[in-house]
């Protein structure tokens, strides 16, 4: 089991570059699937990148691609959603997630059904 807390958000102009955090407790987090995911005021919770335990696979939703990186390190327990060419629609609350079956499977998943472990979310406002 492991417990998720991100940081790193906050309000920015459009055109500007974010990175969010993820650290996680315990000692297995390299073993877990992690992915991003993030929910716009009046919309429901959508789909932004995952990666693979051992980093090497990842998946994009299209309208980010090209824009934001997800990595991890996996010595720190932490995971990174590196932002850029912030537009005002990414304006969310961001979401980090994990899963140790899909870590197991060296599966990536991009439905929330398939994530077990959630942190408790943060804001990110881009103005235009």
């Known amino acids: 089991q492991v417990q998720l807390v991100e940081s790193g958000g906050g309000l920015v102009q459009a055109g500007a570059s974010l990175t969010l955090s993820c650290t996680a407790s315990?000692?297995?987090?390299?073993?877990?699937?992690m992915a991003w995911f993030r929910q716009a005021p009046g919309k429901e919770r959508e789909f932004v990148a995952a990666?693979?335990?051992?980093?090497?696979?990842?998946k994009y939703a299209d309208s980010v691609k090209g824009r934001f990186t997800i990595s991890r390190d996996n010595a720190r327990n932490t995971g990174y959603l590196q932002m850029n060419s912030l537009k005002p629609e990414d304006t969310a609350v961001y979401y980090c997630a994990a899963d140790r079956t899909l870590g197991a499977m060296l599966q990536i998943g991009a439905s929330e059904p398939e994530y077990d472990y959630w942190g408790q979310g943060i804001q990110v406002t881009v103005s235009s």
């Open positions: 315990g000692r297995t987090f390299s073993r877990y699937t």
């Open positions: 990666l693979s335990p051992s980093g090497i696979t990842t």
